[in-house]
């Protein structure tokens, strides 16, 4: 009942001869700034100075809440120019108060409004200024007010001073979330190093990490950020602790995270310790996409690594993928390793699109890989698969040792496909008969 409440502090306390005093007004100016009748708190404002009563810093105060909430932006320089004029001086909660709105409505500013934004954050620098000039030193919800905006507008420099600023008052945030938006805004920028530069790298880890964690805050997205910025600037062993701490603690680490982590290894020249990584990823649920297959192609042991992640995970189209590219390359793929994992793991389905990739290509493999896939699909059922896969070895002109055989027709059979047995058998038949000329034509020549 706002409107009651005026008339009686304006009219009927007056006659009555109640002596009016400042706290009543910042009441009403608060309750109609809650209310958002800004033009109401304005007034009453005004109206102090008519019934004389004195305004001090409080009412100042209070009116700029009211007003910076709305985004008046150029109402409250005018009223903190007239305050300063009537020799009124700010304080810190003033200076917070017009700070925090300034940088308020860089928050709700569209892209017409950019200029502008812009030019309130300006304003709100020149008040931290003035404000230190005079002798007030910024408190945490001074830097809390400053730090997110400055991040999102790209004032890097700028926040990056606050930040050296806190750490020599010893001044945490009052909220994490504002201390991890700037970690979030250095790193992506590729900067962590410059912007936390007057410390050292153990007191960085405490600082930007352990502080995080023994306060609570276990947030993905900052701490993923934060190896980010150590493998971009060279530093992955502690790019890999933070990485483990996370994994230690349950919290989610980023295949991107992983990817810088293996490239900033490979860069080093360090690829014993990229493998680890790449090993850590694929445990982790990660599979390496084509870009860290790249970056790992003259390590062939991380790309024996990354192939073998592919199929067991049954990507067998990208794997197959990754293979042709080396073999254009003039790469050579160790067909005959991946062959024997695959069907040692019961991966048949993987082994056979390899081996049928391999047989296609003439690729070099093994005759025992041959039987390793081959005995696979029978121990796994897959007796169609098998007569596939075998009569284009037989067609390649294939050697194999495969003693199954008549395994693999009696349950062609027993499944009714007879059809499938009937061929196998004359083929196999044929196959010998083969061999056997071949031998004869070998004797006669000898004799010869």
């Known amino acids: 009942m706002l409107n009651h409440a005026r008339c009686i502090v304006l009219e009927d306390m007056p006659k009555k001869g109640f002596e009016l005093d400042e706290d009543m007004f910042v009441l009403l100016i608060d309750s109609y700034g809650k209310a958002g009748i ?25 009116l700029f809440k009211v007003i910076v909430r709305k985004g008046r932006y150029m109402m409250a320089k005018r009223f903190f120019n ?26 709700v500013a569209n892209c017409s409004q950019g200029i502008f934004a812009v030019d309130r954050i300006n304003d709100g620098l020149r008040l931290l200024e003035e404000m ?70 153990l007191e960085k880890q405490k600082f930007l990490f352990r502080q995080l964690l023994k306060k609570g805050v276990e947030d993905p997205l900052a701490f993923n950020n934060l190896i980010c910025g150590h493998a971009k600037e060279g530093t992955p062993d502690s790019a890999f602790e933070i990485l483990k701490i996370m994994g ?56 024996a690594k990354i192939l073998e992640a592919l199929l067991m995970r049954g990507h067998e189209e990208e794997a197959l993928g990754r293979i042709d590219l080396l073999m254009s390359s003039q790469c050579n793929v160790n067909f005959d390793s991946l062959l024997s994992i695959l069907s040692e793991k019961g991966k048949t389905i993987a082994a056979l699109k390899l081996l049928d990739f391999g047989l296609q290509r003439d690729c070099d493999i093994d005759f025992k890989s041959y039987d390793k896939v081959l005995d696979a699909l029978l121990a796994a059922g897959k007796t169609l698969n098998a007569y596939s896969i075998l009569c284009k070895i037989m067609e390649k002109g294939g050697v194999t040792s495969w003693r199954s055989y008549e395994d693999l027709i009696k349950s062609l059979n027993q499944e009714g496909n007879t059809k499938q047995a009937d061929i196998l058998s004359r083929m196999i038949k044929g196959d010998d008969k083969s061999h056997e000329n071949k031998k004869g034509k070998k004797k006669a020549s000898v004799a010869a």
């Open 132 to 201: 230190k000039s005079v002798g007030i030193k910024p408190n945490n919800v001074t830097y809390t007010t400053l730090l997110p905006d400055l991040c999102d507008a790209g004032k890097m420099t700028e926040a990056k001073d606050i930040l050296k600023e806190m750490v020599r008052r010893r001044i945490a945030p009052k909220d994490n979330s504002i201390f991890l938006k700037l970690l979030n805004s250095q790193c992506k920028a590729g900067d962590f190093e410059s912007g936390c530069g007057s410390m050292d790298r």
């Open 248 to 303: 230690r603690k349950g919290i989610p680490r980023d295949a991107d995270a992983y990817r810088l982590l293996i490239e900033s290894y490979l860069r080093k020249g360090e690829p014993a310790d990229a493998k680890t990584a790449l090993d850590s990823m694929i445990e982790d649920g990660h599979l390496p996409d084509s870009s860290v297959f790249r970056g790992v192609k003259e390590n062939m042991d991380l790309v």
């Open 82 to 107: 007239k305050m300063i004029d009537e020799g009124i001086g700010p304080t810190r909660h003033t200076y917070n108060v017009l700070i925090w709105g300034f940088f308020f409505v860089n928050e």
């Open 38 to 62: 800004v033009q109401e708190s304005v007034k009453m404002f005004s109206k102090m100075k008519e019934l004389g009563v004195e305004r001090s810093v409080k009412s100042y105060d209070a």
